[in-house]
């Protein structure tokens, strides 16, 4: 057909032109004269105009970027040629010491010219979840969403402000998520956060290429196969939108990069940010001890070709590397079973005034990459249409000798216990040894970290035995829920708990002004307290003895049921309350609850 037929909008010509002289010959065969499936050649041509003017270069640049990449992959070109891993210099912040509560002091102070960035255009394809995993609750005690955990952490970081402003918000959606995202925040109005605060930037897919060649790839007659880019969007976008240079002008100077589901991640954000203004780090990256093998990208110092860089290699790309030169056994433990390169975990800290230099500099355009799944040894064919795709950590790559990259290594369940995968991928990935990453583990962790926090506070606690549901480990309790708006640092916990204990499956939840002196909880007991702003409560010397909160195994029936939640289902159990004590404070005021639980004010 002739191409004017096509359309007869201007721009669109231009575009087609642009696309046939790129050899996409096959986007526009076999069109159907004016009049039949207009609607479908229209939005066909809306999408074609719309990925266009996203992508930086337009859809020529993008065809242009993949024929290099596929062929660089094709001859498995080393993207590291030159490059020697060495151990990166980190930071260890494994031990709850003295030099841990400086950096945290540090951070504290630092709240008011911080602001976050969370990216969740993913959709979560190894979890199988058929909603947003913003929306999935970090834990089942009080069902608590990820976003309204990371809500009330940024509202609680504003109240230790002296002068308290909003902490800005900026979260990356994609096709997949914007429209969900979008809804959960308005139905729960934005979680307590002001909606000015938040800034939503959307991502858009990017085409399915379908060979060597470039083509890009159809599903059907006038539709393409669209695909994720990858969280590395997010530096184009902050860019583009202009977010990271105006919060550069509103005195802003660190940004702190989150993923969707990791409810430990605000645990380590206050000595994280402490590390970067004592050590004037451009760029810190946070990281755990990682296990070889496990899908974790591993941060290394990379030497060679005259350039020294600390980066992260993707788990998929570190063992190669590895064995090609400095350990021809790939990627082995250390004595205590451990890479010995520290796992990232994508959580980074980036100092805005040499970000927004560097997106000036680049416009935000990060390295791609590609990974085709080949169809034989020839290389010739992909199994499946594959993308271009980009990572946020691998910004690392864009700061030059006079920036300084550094290594914040924290203890993993402290800083980071994502949902990931799916019950029976994670009852396979610990059965391997390496780290399950589902619903279950992701709470046990959450609970965890309350532990660890009631512990450094003196408070004696008897954990109850690791079990396994549905073949995947995890502790039962005590389940310990410790909320922002009660401590966000350890010297809060401290200055707020003294003595006591609490053993096997009991509960405690604290939120608001609380202080507990010598409170035991007994096994399968529970005591919630909820002070709201303004309430100081205090509980003395309280024995809690009831029937608490019970965490009740899914059947089969359950586990297949549609009539049970999904979130559920994606950990295999429930948490039933049997009768927990709960004490609500709604107004302002001095309170006490004593020895037989009774309340004074
Ligand atoms: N995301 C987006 O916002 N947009 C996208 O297009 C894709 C993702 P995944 P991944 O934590 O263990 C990363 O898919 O990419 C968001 C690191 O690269 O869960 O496999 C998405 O919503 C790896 O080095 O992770 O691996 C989510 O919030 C390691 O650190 C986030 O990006 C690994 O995470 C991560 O997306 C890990």
Redesign the pocket.
């Known amino acids: 057909m002739n191409r004017e037929n096509l359309t007869h909008n201007p721009a669109e010509q231009a575009l087609i032109a642009k696309l046939l002289e790129a050899h996409q010959e096959h986007l526009f065969a076999d069109w159907d004269q004016p009049g039949t499936n207009d609607e479908a050649k229209a939005a066909f041509l809306a999408d074609l105009t719309r990925i266009d003017a996203s992508y930086p270069g337009g859809l020529v640049g993008y065809i242009s970027n993949a024929r290099t990449l596929l062929a660089e992959a094709r001859e498995g070109t080393n993207p590291f040629e030159g490059c020697v891993p060495h151990q990166p210099n980190p930071v260890d912040l494994t031990q709850f010491d003295a030099s841990y509560d400086h950096y945290e002091a540090l951070g504290k102070a630092h709240f008011f010219k911080t602001a976050f960035v969370?990216?969740?255009?993913?959709?979560?394809?190894?979890l199988g979840y058929s909603g947003i995993?913003l929306d999935i609750p970090v834990e089942v005690t009080e069902t608590t969403p990820y976003i309204a955990h990371y809500a009330a952490c940024l509202k609680a970081m504003e109240s230790r402000m002296d002068a308290p402003r909003p902490v800005p918000l900026i979260i990356?959606?994609?096709e997949d998520?914007n429209a969900k995202t979008l809804a959960s925040l308005e139905a729960h109005h934005w979680f307590g956060l002001q909606k000015e605060q938040v800034h939503i930037l959307k991502?858009e897919l990017v085409p399915a290429i379908a060979d060597n060649e470039g083509h890009l790839a159809l599903k059907e007659k006038y539709k393409l196969i669209l695909k994720?880019?990858?969280?590395g969007?997010?530096h184009m976008l902050l860019h583009t939108s202009g977010i990271a240079a105006r919060l550069k002008e509103q005195g802003f100077e660190h940004l702190v990069f989150i993923?969707?589901?990791?409810g430990q991640v605000f645990n380590a954000v206050p000595a994280a940010l402490g590390v970067s203004v004592e050590k004037g780090f451009d760029f810190n990256s946070l990281a755990v001890n990682r296990i070889p093998g496990e899908?974790?990208?591993g941060l290394a110092r990379l030497v060679g070709n005259g350039k020294e860089l600390v980066i992260?290699v993707?788990?998929n790309q570190l063992d190669p590397l590895l064995r090609a030169t400095v350990s021809p056994e790939g990627d082995v433990p250390n004595e205590r079973g451990f890479s010995l390169f520290p796992?990232?975990?994508?959580v980074l800290v980036v100092k805005l005034a040499s970000y927004t230099r560097i997106l000036e500099r680049t416009q935000g355009n990060i390295a791609e990459f590609v990974n085709p799944k080949y169809a034989d040894s020839t290389r010739t064919a992909f199994k499946k249409p594959t993308r271009l795709?980009t990572?946020?950590?691998d910004l690392a790559k864009l700061f030059g000798p006079n920036e300084r990259v550094g290594v914040s290594v924290f203890d993993r369940s402290w800083c980071?216990s994502?949902i990931?995968n799916n019950v029976a991928d994670a009852a396979a990935k610990h059965a391997a040894g390496g780290p399950p990453?589902s619903g279950a583990t992701a709470e046990s962790d959450f609970y965890g970290a309350g532990r660890t926090r009631l512990s450094v506070a003196g408070m004696t606690v008897h954990e109850a035995q690791e079990t396994l549901i549905l073949d995947i480990p995890m502790t039962p309790g005590p389940r310990v829920i410790l909320r922002p708006s009660f401590a966000l640092t350890l010297d809060e916990v401290r200055s707020k708990i003294s003595g006591g204990s609490i053993s096997g499956e009991a509960t405690l939840v604290l939120e608001g002004d609380v202080r507990l002196k010598n409170v035991e909880i007994a096994d399968g007991a529970a005591l919630v307290i909820q002070a709201c702003a303004g309430a100081e409560v205090t509980v003395r010397n309280l024995k809690v003895a009831n029937d608490g909160f019970e965490l009740v195994r899914l059947t089969d029936a359950e586990m297949k049921s549609e009539a049970t939640p999904e979130y559920l289902r994606i950990r295999g159990y429930r948490i039933e309350n049997r009768g927990a004590k709960v004490y609500a404070f709604t107004t302002p005021g001095v309170y006490v609850i004593d020895a037989s639980g009774a309340v004074v004010s």
């Open positions: 969370l990216v969740a255009g993913g959709l979560g394809e190894r995993k990356m959606t994609s998520t991502q994720p880019h990858g969280h969007d997010i993923q969707d589901t990791n899908a974790v990208g992260n993707e788990y796992g990232n975990i994508n795709e990572m946020m950590q980071f994502a990931k990453e």
